[in-house]
C-alpha cells in the first residue's frame, strides 16, 4: 500500500493514513448562536475517515466573524455543539482539529455585533466584496487596532484554544492563511503600523507568533498546527517581499516545534505555481511535519508523500462530495464532483446527502 495511506503519526495524534480534510467553510451553524449542530456533526462524522479532520474555520470572538453562520468557538453553547461533533468523530476512530480564525477586515459591520467596523491593521479597506446575510456588497474601511488592544486579542486565541480542548478537539490550528487577520499583520500591503507590531518583518510577525505560543502554552505545541498561504493573493494579500517574510515566519514556527505546517501551494483554489515564490525553499526551512494543499489530486498526493515532498495531503473540495474519499483514493475509484451552489449556507442538500460508494 502506498505510503499515503498508511498510518501517521502527527505530533502527540496516531491518525490512520496521510489523506487530511482540509478545513471548509460551509455556513450551516445555528443562525442564532453560532453554534454548531447535530446536523453539522452527522457531515463530520461521515467524513471521519479521514486521517485527520480539520474542521471548517471558527471565530474566535464575535469581532473575529466575516461571513454569515460560520461556527464560533467562544460561547458554552458553541463548545456543547463542537462537543456533537467531536464525539461522532471519535465513536469511530477519527481525529479532528479545530481551525481558530479571526477575519480582521475581511467582515461587514452587518456581521460585527452592534454593526461596528471590523478591526484590521490598519485602517485600509480590502479590494473585493463582503459575503453578508443580504449578498455580496462592498467592504468598508476597517478600524484599525489600537496597540492595547493586541494582548486581548491573543487572549482571546488562548481561550478559544482551552474551549476547543473542552470541545474535545485533539488539536487546534491556527489559520494563518488566506487574508484573514493573521496573514493581514504579516503582509505590508495591509499592515501600515508604527508599532511592535509593524514595519520590519520581526515586528510583522509578532502577532502569529504570540498567538502561537500563548496557544502552545495552552495545549501543548504538540497538537498546535500552523495554517499559511504564502502565494496567495486572496482576500486583497500584497508584500514586497514574501520569500523574505515567510522564510522568516517558519524558521520561527520550526524552533517552536509545533505539530505541522499546513501549506496553501500557489493561489488559494487557483494555480499552484507563482512566479517568485519557491514553496519548496520555504518548506525547508520547517523542520516538523508538513501537510501540502492546494488542488492535489490521487497521484500527485501519493508521488508526493512517496518522495518525502510531503508528509500528509489535505484534500479541500473532493472532502465534500466524496465523505469516504480515503476508500476511493485507495481503490482509485472515480470521484464525484461537488456542487459549487451549495457550498456555503442552506441544510443538508449538498451537505449531507452525498453518498458513499458502499451507499
Ligand atoms: C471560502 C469562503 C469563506 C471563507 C478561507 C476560511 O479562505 C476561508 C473561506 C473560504 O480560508
Given at each position: 500500500m502506498e505510503k499515503l495511506f498508511q498510518p501517521a503519526k502527527l505530533g502527540s495524534t496516531q491518525l490512520s493514513s496521510r489523506v487530511v480534510m482540509a478545513p471548509l467553510t460551509r455556513s450551516r451553524a445555528n443562525h442564532e448562536s453560532d453554534a454548531p449542530t447535530e446536523m453539522n456533526a452527522r457531515y463530520y462524522a461521515q467524513r471521519a475517515s479521514a486521517g485527520l479532520i480539520i474542521s471548517e474555520a471558527s471565530q474566535?470572538?464575535?469581532?473575529?466573524k466575516g461571513y454569515p453562520w460560520t461556527p464560533g468557538i467562544y460561547s458554552e453553547e458553541q463548545v456543547a455543539g463542537w462537543k456533537l461533533v467531536t464525539d461522532a468523530i471519535h465513536e469511530q476512530g477519527g481525529k479532528i482539529f479545530i481551525q481558530l480564525w479571526h477575519v480582521g477586515r475581511i467582515s461587514h459591520p452587518s456581521l460585527q455585533k452592534g454593526g461596528i467596523l471590523p478591526v484590521a491593521p490598519s485602517a485600509l479597506k480590502p479590494a473585493g466584496l463582503a459575503f453578508t446575510e443580504s449578498g455580496m456588497v462592498e467592504f468598508e474601511t476597517p478600524r484599525a487596532l489600537d496597540t492595547s488592544e493586541i494582548p486581548g486579542i491573543v487572549e482571546d486565541y488562548r481561550k478559544a484554544a482551552e474551549n476547543a480542548m473542552r470541545a474535545g478537539f485533539d488539536g487546534v490550528e491556527i489559520h494563518g492563511a488566506n487574508g484573514y487577520l493573521l496573514d493581514q499583520f504579516m503582509r505590508d500591503g495591509s499592515n501600515k503600523r508604527t508599532d511592535d507590531y509593524g514595519g520590519s518583518i520581526e515586528n510583522r510577525s509578532r502577532l502569529l507568533l504570540e498567538v502561537v505560543d500563548a496557544i502552545c502554552a495552552e495545549?501543548?505545541?504538540?497538537?498546535v498546527g500552523v495554517r499559511l498561504s504564502p502565494a496567495s493573493s486572496v482576500n486583497d494579500m500584497k508584500d514586497s517581499d514574501p520569500m523574505a517574510l515567510f522564510s522568516h515566519v517558519i524558521e520561527a514556527l520550526s524552533k517552536r516545534r509545533i505539530a505541522y505546517l499546513h501549506m496553501v501551494e500557489g493561489v488559494t483554489r487557483g494555480p499552484r505555481e507563482v512566479e517568485g515564490i519557491d514553496i519548496e525553499k520555504l518548506r525547508s526551512r520547517f523542520e516538523g511535519a508538513y501537510i501540502a494543499n492546494n488542488c492535489y489530486d490521487r497521484d500527485l498526493a501519493i508521488s508526493a508523500v512517496e518522495s518525502g515532498r510531503a508528509d500528509f495531503v489535505a484534500f479541500g473540495r473532493p472532502f465534500i462530495s466524496n465523505p469516504d474519499l480515503v476508500e476511493r483514493l485507495k481503490r482509485n475509484a472515480a470521484l464525484a464532483v461537488p456542487d459549487q451552489s451549495t457550498f456555503y449556507g442552506g441544510g443538508e442538500a449538498g451537505y449531507t446527502d452525498y453518498p458513499a460508494l458502499e451507499d
Open positions: 474566535i470572538s464575535p469581532q473575529g495545549i501543548g505545541a504538540d497538537k
